[in-house]
């Protein structure tokens, strides 16, 4: 990316504008990010938060991606969400954070399914209803830890 200001743009398979967002490397941004490549890159603190707000993101020295996870980890960071892909039914489960909602969505991120107030350190989540296909599910835990991971939806 350049060291400028630098916009971003996220747009689903129709070219629609999902999100996006103007970076700078001048303060208020963090600037130690700014640079070639080396160093610092920058992390949006809540996927909740405003991420047009300088203030939103914070530096991280590790590139990470939730969608990546391994869904067969147990470590108290990551969920478990199995039998993945699955026709019917996923299982969510974590060793020591209760799970306090989801939401699914759509390869387009679309909304398509939602749950509060679950307060369980294991829930089980009917997919029956979804047309087979690539989804994505978000966890928000008790301690305010959120994980998304893809989930495939099969026949």
């Known amino acids: 990316m350049s060291n400028f200001s630098y916009p971003i743009v996220l747009a689903n398979a ?57 869904n067969a980890t147990s470590s108290s960071d990551e969920i478990q969400i199995y039998p993945n892909p699955s026709p019917q039914f996923i ?25 509060r107030q679950i307060k369980a350190n294991q829930h089980r989540v009917s997919i029956q209803n979804l047309i087979s296909g690539v989804y994505f599910i978000r966890v928000q835990f008790s301690n305010s830890l959120t994980i998304t991971q893809k989930i495939i939806k099969i026949r």
């Not at 963090?30 to 080396?38: L, Q, R, S, T």
């Not at 989801?102 to 398509?112: A, N, P, Q």
């Open 14 to 70: 129709f070219g629609e504008n999902i999100d996006s967002v103007r970076y700078s490397d001048t303060a208020p941004w963090p600037e130690e990010a700014d640079g070639d490549g080396d160093g610092f890159y920058l992390t949006l603190s809540d996927l909740n938060s405003d991420n047009s707000l300088a203030e939103n993101w914070k530096l991280s020295s590790t590139i990470t991606n939730s969608l990546a996870q391994n």
């Open 91 to 115: 299982t969510l489960r974590h060793k020591t954070n209760l799970i306090e909602s989801y939401t699914i969505y759509d390869i387009l991120g679309r909304e398509v399914s939602t749950l």
